[in-house]
């Protein structure tokens, strides 16, 4: 059984940083590609970024690029979103998600965690 699970989101102010954790169990993490996605109030989950399985390649939105940055631990089956100078529109609940690199659409998904960001 596959579980993503995802940690570290809270609350905190304009300009702060925070970085969110997600936990794998139950495929081989390390041929997977590890993606982010986030849904705020009213909107659409919309991505976030991904990283290929074998870790040398990201990709990003426009929106976060050069504020956030996902990395892995394969070691640890886990994937992280290093998320800096924050603003309120990254506000909503972040998600983690995995995908074989020969499919398009991501697989499995994580329950999300939270992040508020206030002004």
């Known amino acids: 059984q596959v579980q993503l699970v995802e940690s570290g989101g809270g609350l905190v102010q304009a300009g702060d940083s925070l970085r969110l954790s997600c936990a794998a169990s139950?495929?081989?993490?390390?041929?997977?590609?590890m993606g982010w996605f986030r849904q705020a109030p009213g909107k659409e989950r919309e991505f976030v970024g991904r990283?290929?399985?074998?870790?040398?390649?990201?990709f990003y939105a426009d929106s976060v690029k050069g504020r956030f940055t996902i990395s892995r631990d394969n070691a640890k089956n886990t994937v992280y979103l290093q998320m800096n100078s924050l603003k309120p529109e990254d506000t909503g609940v972040y998600y983690c998600?995995?995908?074989?690199?020969?499919?398009?659409?991501?697989?499995?998904w994580g329950q999300g965690t939270q992040v508020t960001v206030s002004a």
């Open positions: 998600a995995a995908k074989r690199d020969y499919v398009v659409q991501f697989s499995y």
């Open positions: 139950g495929l081989p993490f390390s041929q997977y590609d």
């Open positions: 990283l290929r399985w074998s870790g040398g390649s990201t």
